[in-house]
T-cell receptor, first 111, second 116 residues
Framework: SQQGEEDPQALSIQEGENATMNCSYK?????LQWYRQNSGRGLVHLIL?????REKHSGRLRVTLDTSKKSSSLLITASRAADTASYFC???????????FGKGTKLTVNP | NAGVMQNPRHLVRRRGQEARLRCSPV?????VYWYRQLPEEGLKFMVY????????ESGMPKERFSAEFPKEGPSILRIQQVVRGDSAAYFC??????????????FGEGSWLTVV
């Protein structure tokens, strides 16, 4: 069953603005990962946050995890046109080898 | 996408034909996963294989779909008697060891199947 659900489904911003995407999930997890997908391409792993972590940074990316609310957010600061892509959260659940993906947020950064 | 090679990248099949999608994992990786992505959707797990073994096929449709990862050669996802609903992007991913807890898995660029 679909686990992660991202919102918004689509987000359009101007270059230089920050973009925030949210992800909610339903069951307990080992970790949560964010991926990026350019149109017609494969997935690129962005960042992984473990269930015992609350916040993680990587360059212009900031991810938070609130296990009590079963939610995560991805913040992209100082966005660029090249950040235009779909962003997916994926959860890994205990004892399972599979990642469960949300439907994604389609981000458009206008130059 | 460190080295997971999928081919063909694009495949067109008529209804009733067979589709074979191939995946060569990152060198040294012995664990392969197949996912399917329908238009405007996220990826959905299909099957997890190790060399010569199917570990978890809980996401595979019961009929027409099969997967293998032989001792030598690429992993193959085979779809028999394709229907229009099989049109999707099929992604392969690999990892170096059992379990992906905290382990980054690497995705290929996908094989985009269109059934006409």
């Amino acid at each position: 069953s679909q686990q992660g659900e991202e919102d918004p489904q689509a987000l359009s911003i101007q270059e230089g603005e920050n973009a925030t995407m949210n992800c909610s999930y339903k069951t307990s997890i080992n970790n949560l990962q964010w991926y990026r997908q350019n149109s017609g391409r494969g997935l690129v792993h962005l960042i992984l946050i473990r269930s015992n972590e609350r916040e993680k940074h990587s360059g212009r990316l900031r991810v938070t995890l609130d296990t009590s609310k079963k939610s995560s957010s991805l913040l992209i600061t100082a966005s660029r046109a090249a950040d235009t892509a779909s962003y997916f959260c994926a959860t890994e659940q205990g004892g399972s080898e599979k990642l469960v993906f949300g439907k994604g947020t389609k981000l458009t950064v206008n130059p | 996408n460190a080295g997971v090679m999928q081919n063909p990248r694009h495949l067109v099949r008529r209804r009733g034909q067979e589709a074979r999608l191939r995946c060569s994992p990152v060198k040294g990786h012995s664990h392969v996963y197949w996912y399917r992505q329908l238009p405007e959707e996220g990826l959905k797990f299909m099957v997890y294989l190790q060399k010569e073994n199917i570990i978890d096929e809980s996401g595979m449709p019961k009929e027409r779909f099969s997967a293998e990862f032989p001792k030598e050669g690429p992993s193959i996802l085979r779809i028999q008697q394709v229907v229009r609903g099989d049109s999707a992007a099929y992604f392969c991913a690999s990892s170096p060891r059992q379990g992906i807890s905290g382990n980054t898995i690497y995705f290929g660029e996908g094989s985009w199947l269109t059934v006409v």
